[in-house]
């Protein structure tokens, strides 16, 4: 799984972070981090709670 933020488009609200269960998302310097990206579950509840679009999932091989 690789998860991108966009950093010019996340301005910092950290609803992501609040959204994911597994912890793979943290907030660092008031920004969100992508920490464990082998836990995440592909739920998407945290790219659902981005308001600008700042964060994008994708599946790899």
């Known amino acids: 799984m690789k998860i991108e ?3 010019d488009e ?3 609200c950290n609803a992501c972070v609040e959204a994911c269960n597994k ?3 943290i907030e660092l310097d008031d920004r969100p981090v992508v920490a464990s990206p082998n836990e995440c ?3 998407l509840r945290c790219e659902k709670e981005c ?4 964060l994008k999932h ?3 091989a």
């Open 41 to 43: 579950k592909f739920c």
């Open 10 to 12: 996340c301005y910092g």
């Open 5 to 7: 933020i966009n950093y």
């Open 23 to 25: 912890n793979v998302l």
């Open 51 to 54: 308001s600008t679009d700042a």
């Open 58 to 60: 994708e599946r790899i």
